[in-house]
């Protein structure tokens, strides 16, 4: 009963890095299939969405999920609204940047600022996350 507790007590608290390290790979593998699109089609057009996929839901997500592996202290309801934020921000920016420069409509716009501020709130969270932990 007692080494069951013990087992069961650290898995908690590492579920946020293994969910920035699925968010991450996943959203790696868009971004990087993207690119080979990119590539073979010769059309450069979704290159900044390319960029973004790679560097805040790759690189972003994992780095997040690296602290947070290595700061577990830092694992709560804020680090929860920090990943939250950027992951869902960077999936609403870069749709909306998507629908942007595929059809050039302004209806698409809304979306894609919503999603750059709450990446934006994201990063001011993790500044704050950082600053008190590490
Ligand atoms: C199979 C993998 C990948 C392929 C085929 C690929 C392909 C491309 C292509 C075709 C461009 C456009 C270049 C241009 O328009 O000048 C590009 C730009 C870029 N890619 Fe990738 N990419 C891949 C993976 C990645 C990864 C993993 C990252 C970041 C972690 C990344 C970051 C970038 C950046 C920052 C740019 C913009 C560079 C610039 O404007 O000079 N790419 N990529
Ligand atoms: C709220 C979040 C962000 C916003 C709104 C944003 C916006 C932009 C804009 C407007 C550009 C210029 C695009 C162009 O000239 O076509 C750009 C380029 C770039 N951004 Fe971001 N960015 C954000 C976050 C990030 C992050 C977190 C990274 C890296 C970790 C990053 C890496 C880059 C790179 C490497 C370029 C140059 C790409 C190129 O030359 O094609 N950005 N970004």
């Known amino acids: 009963m007692a080494t069951q507790f013990i087992a069961a007590e650290p898995v908690k608290p590492f579920r946020l890095p293994a969910a ?6 996943f ?3 868009i971004g990087v299939s993207l690119g080979i699109y990119m590539g073979i089609s010769h059309d450069h057009s979704l290159a900044p969405v390319h960029v973004h996929l ?3 839901g790759w690189v ?3 780095l997040f999920g690296l602290f947070y592996k290595a700061h577990p202290a830092a694992i709560g309801k804020v680090a929860i609204a920090q990943v939250l934020l950027s992951a ?3 999936i609403a920016m870069l749709s909306g940047l998507a629908g942007l420069l595929i059809t050039a409509h302004p209806a698409f716009q809304p979306l ?3 999603g750059s501020l709450m ?3 994201g990063f001011v969270l993790f500044a704050f996350i950082v600053a008190r932990v590490a």
């Open 60 to 62: 972003s997500m994992f």
């Open 119 to 121: 990446v934006w709130a």
């Open 112 to 114: 894609t600022v919503i």
């Open 27 to 29: 959203t790696a593998l």
């Open 88 to 90: 869902l921000g960077y």
């Open 20 to 25: 920035c390290f699925k968010i991450g790979s």
């Open 54 to 56: 790679n560097l805040i």
